[in-house]
Structure formats: structure tokens, C-alpha cells
């Protein structure tokens, strides 16, 4: 049977960061086969149909360089607190989703997870505590993940279950929130949360599978081809099922957890890069710090109130994860957020090649840094010389735009460097964090434009001369992230024998208002040289999540 092929004609073409010469792509199969005028290619394709794309441009898929996809599909099957700005509206979601499982006759015994609500409460009055979920859920044990991922709110049903009773200990990195009487408050922070997991039942692979998969299919209408998830490895398990059966529809690059180190290294060594053309290894994902919203990012000055925030490990620990993991071929992907968190990272990375030259070995390649929200000017060219990639998200600003003068006063000109990283020679792959922080990428790139409070125009701009240009900001989302993943070369450009991952949206024209990416409109997403989502003729392709 012969390939399918198909000519796709837009106004532009982009291959960030460049625009390519012509006005049409054929694809045949599941690959890019040229780039020209329409005429050209109908001569060597001459019955392949043409599908005229208007004024839309056409560009690679995006990817998404750091996300908890499968933690997304299940919040949007489960308990979703993410539009809860304050305790009446937090009530009311949990009185709904209460009345909701007694409508569907759900027994008691069904653990209820859920996640998303806003970090910031925990600084307001009351606090949060186990009562508030024990009088909506009495018997019924209940764990919800912040939407930072770094507090675990649970009733006492959960508590109970888990074994975390008065006189319970936390993991090391991790930490009991407690009442005045030392009871525990309901709040796991950091690895304490493993307390709560080893608890929790296991979902039925096939409800996970399905959850799965329909969050894909809202990710094809956001044009996402791709992702990188930093996830548990049973997650791993559920993208190898669908992937097994050819319906996992997008392209995952996977971090495995540094807990899975040993097992992945006797598994899968020696080979970093494994997989096949859905599915793949990324490097192993190593915590050192918290975050910003919790005044658990590391840093070199302290809080208000004096506290420096968590360190995760110590750096000699982390120096030799890097090197154990290095035996393998595998690359460290470290979350590190305060400038102090960067800092011991460099210091640790540096040591690790040290040793590995001492041996005759590289560092393998594929170094990463998730996030780096605070980066000292010092701390940019060691980054470089290193070959560190980093691996931010834009979108995470706009929250962070009024806290970083109250917990951050004296390293809040170093936060989100972008133009500083890159100038030093940094490349830097884009991304959402999902569900953190909304998945589209046109929100992700206007908040790199932009760098505005609440991700909106009439917002402030922090520090306007870190944004990127557009060119850039598209990189991060295309090339860069195929870079990141190993896919440098099948992934992320409009060039023959790359695979068709494309999309087609009417974008701003050159000089345009950045605003208009908000509402940029999304033709068509292709896999593979399938289409898998196509806009209604005269629909709007923007959903909200």
C-alpha cells in the first residue's frame, strides 16, 4: 500500500527559529518528504491532495518540556480545586463533589484524590486542617495535592489509613504538619507524602488508561504533539499500555523518579535513550528543592522570618546520584528553584565531571535544570560551560509577580533569567508544569513575551528585559523541547525526512500586539502525518481547563 500524502499550504512556514523559504509542505506518510511552492510539490506528488490552510501558519508540533500529564487527566476525572480562590468557593467545591459521589452511590470505602488548590492558602487565616475536609467527608479517606505538587491535604480517614498518628515520622526531605497539641493538621510536605501513596489503593490500569487518553485528546486541541512527563513509574506503565496498543497519540519522553534508579539501571542500562518512536527514557528526576508559593525554594538569603527554605539533600548525596546514575548513561533532570538550590547544582555537577574525567567517562548528555526560577549572574556561565539545559515555564510568573518582592526582597532581580540564560549560552526548553499551571502553549508564550502579573496585558511586567523574542519563545516549544527529549533529529523543524508532527494556527503577524496570542486560533494538529484534531470552519479551537 502506498503512503498517503497530502500538501499542506499556509501563509508562513516557521521552523523556529527561522521562517522557511516556500509556501507548502508535502507530507507522505509519516514524514516531511519536501518544502516549496505548491506547484513543485504537485509535480513530485502529483496525486497528492492539497489542503489549503488560509492565513495560518504552519510550524512544528509543540512540546511541552516538563509536565505531570497523567496528575493532569486524573484532576480532570477527580476533585479539581484549581478554580477555588478563597474558603467559601474551597467549600463549595468540596460540597458538590460531596453530593455528586452521593448521587453515583460511590461506597465509603473509595479513596477520593483530587488536587489544584492554590499553595497561598496556606498562609491565610484559618489555616488549613483535616477538620474542614472531615465535615464534608467523615468516613471516606480524602488526599489532595496542592497545585505546586508540594503539600498533601488530607482528612483524618487518610491519616488514620497511613499510619500518621501523633507520634509518626516523616521521610527525611519531608515534613508532618502539625497542630499546637502535636497532633498531625492534615498537611504532608515533600516526600511525607510517600506516607499517604503507600496507602492509597491502586487505580484499575484501564480507568487510568482512559483518563489518559482523554486528556491527550484535549492536548491535540491545544496543539500539543508532545510531552515530557516527571511522574511515579506506575504512570510509565499506563503510556507503555497505550503505546503498546497504538493509541497513545502523543510523543512522551519519560523521567523516571530517582527512587527507580537502581531498578531502571539493572532494566534498561546502558542505554539513556530507550524507547521507540512514542515512548521513551529521559533522565532520572532528582528533587532538591520546593518552591516559591511554599518558601520552600532554597535560598541563599533568607525569608522574612529567617527560614532559607528545603533542601532536599545534601550536595555530596546528589554527586554521587549524578555519578550513579552516569554508570548507566543516564542524564540528571534536578529540580532546583532558589538561587542557593542552582548554585549547589553547579557545584555538584561540576564535581561529578571532575570524576567522571578522572575516569575517562563524559557526563552524559542531556544535563537538566527544571525551573531555575532564581539564578545568580554568577551562576550563568558555569551553567553554560556545564551543558546544562534548563527547563522553564513562563506561565509560572504570573503567579509569582507579587510574592517575589515580599519572599524574595533580595533576589527577586535574579528571578526568571530567561534573557540572561540564554545570552550566556543556555539553551532553554519551554513548558507548563501542567497541571500547575494551564497547558496551552499560546498562554506559555505570551507569558515569555510579556512576563506579566496574572498572565494578563494589564498586568506589571517583571523585568521586562528577560523576555523572549518570538522566535525564541517558539524554539523552546519546538526544537528545543525535540532537543531536549533526543528527538533533535526526527522532532521539531520543517525539514524533509523530520516526522510530520505539525500544527497550523492563524498567529499574530510580525510586530502585532503579543495579546493576540491569547487568542490565537488553532487550525489543525498532525501526528505522524495524521490528522487528529481539525477546527469547526468558522469554530474557536480555545478551550479552558
Known amino acids: 500500500m502506498e503512503p498517503t500524502e497530502v500538501i499542506l499550504r499556509a501563509a508562513r512556514l516557521l521552523s523556529p527559529p527561522r521562517r522557511v523559504a516556500g509556501e507548502a509542505v508535502l507530507v507522505r506518510g509519516e514524514r516531511i518528504a519536501a518544502v516549496g511552492s505548491v506547484r513543485e510539490l504537485r509535480r513530485e506528488a502529483p496525486g497528492a491532495e492539497v489542503l489549503d490552510l488560509g492565513r495560518a501558519a504552519l510550524l512544528p508540533g509543540f512540546i511541552d518540556s516538563h509536565t505531570h500529564f497523567f496528575e493532569w487527566a486524573r484532576r480532570l476525572a477527580g476533585l479539581d480545586l484549581s478554580g477555588a480562590r478563597n474558603y467559601a468557593e474551597l467549600r463549595e467545591t468540596l460540597a458538590r463533589h460531596r453530593d455528586r459521589l452521593a448521587g453515583q452511590g460511590r461506597g465509603p470505602d473509595e479513596w477520593i484524590g483530587g488536587s489544584g488548590w492554590d499553595p497561598a492558602f496556606l498562609r ?315 497547558p496551552d502553549p499560546r498562554l506559555g508564550i505570551y507569558a515569555a513575551l510579556e512576563r506579566r502579573a496574572g498572565n494578563a496585558p494589564a498586568g506589571t511586567a517583571w523585568t521586562p528585559e528577560q523576555a523572549l523574542r518570538i522566535e525564541e519563545a517558539l524554539s523552546g516549544y519546538t526544537r528545543v523541547a525535540a532537543l531536549a527529549g533526543g528527538w533533535q533529529d526526527e522532532l521539531g523543524a520543517l525539514e524533509p525526512g523530520y516526522r510530520a508532527d505539525l500544527v497550523a494556527m492563524e498567529i499574530p503577524e510580525e510586530g502585532a500586539p503579543h495579546e493576540e496570542w491569547l487568542d490565537a486560533r488553532l487550525l489543525l494538529t498532525m501526528i505522524d502525518g495524521r490528522i487528529v484534531y481539525a477546527s469547526e470552519a468558522d469554530g474557536d479551537s480555545s478551550e479552558t481547563f
Open 124 to 438: 491565610k487565616r484559618p489555616p488549613l486542617d483535616r477538620a474542614v475536609l472531615d465535615e464534608f467527608f467523615p468516613d471516606r479517606p480524602v488526599s489532595l495535592e496542592s497545585r505546586d505538587f508540594h503539600t498533601l491535604w488530607c482528612n483524618s480517614s487518610a491519616l488514620e489509613r497511613a499510619g500518621v498518628f501523633a507520634g509518626a515520622m516523616a521521610p527525611a526531605g519531608g515534613e508532618i504538619g502539625r497542630r499546637v497539641d502535636g497532633s498531625p493538621d492534615g498537611l504532608l510536605f515533600e516526600t511525607a507524602w510517600q506516607l499517604i501513596l503507600d496507602a492509597r489503593p491502586p487505580e484499575a490500569e484501564e480507568t487510568r488508561a482512559g483518563w489518559l487518553k482523554e486528556a491527550i485528546r484535549k492536548g491535540h486541541r491545544l496543539g500539543l504533539t508532545g510531552f515530557h512527563s516527571m511522574e511515579p513509574d506506575e504512570t510509565r506503565r499506563t503510556y507503555r499500555l497505550l503505546a503498546d496498543r497504538g493509541e497513545l497519540g502523543m510523543r512522551v519522553v519519560f523521567h523516571s523518579p530517582l527512587n527507580s534508579l537502581r531498578e531502571r539501571l539493572q532494566q534498561d542500562a546502558p542505554s539513556y535513550r530507550a524507547g521507540d518512536d512514542w515512548l521513551r527514557w529521559g533522565g532520572v528526576k532528582i528533587f532538591m528543592d520546593g518552591s516559591l508559593g511554599s518558601r520552600s525554594a532554597y535560598m541563599l538569603d533568607p525569608y522574612p522570618g529567617g527560614d532559607r527554605g528545603c533542601l532536599i539533600m545534601p550536595k555530596e548525596e546528589l554527586v554521587a546520584r549524578i555519578l550513579e546514575a552516569a554508570e548507566g548513561g543516564i542524564a540528571p533532570t534536578i529540580h532546583a528553584i532558589g538561587d542557593a538550590c542552582v548554585r549547589i547544582v553547579a557545584d555538584a555537577l561540576e564535581e561529578a565531571q571532575a570524576v567522571l574525567h578522572a575516569r575517562g567517562a563524559p557526563l552524559p548528555g542531556g544535563a537538566r535544570v527544571e525551573h531555575a526560577q532564581c539564578v545568580r549572574p554568577e551562576e550563568l556561565p558555569r551553567l553554560a560551560r556545564l551543558g546544562v539545559l534548563c527547563s522553564m515555564q513562563p506561565i509560572h510568573l504570573g503567579d509569582d509577580v507579587p510574592l517575589l518582592p515580599e519572599l524574595w526582597p533580595k533576589a527577586c532581580a535574579y528571578a526568571y533569567p530567561t534573557r540572561s540564560l540564554l545570552d550566556a549560552g543556555v539553551p532553554i526548553a519551554l513548558g507548563s508544569d501542567v497541571p500547575v499551571a494551564n
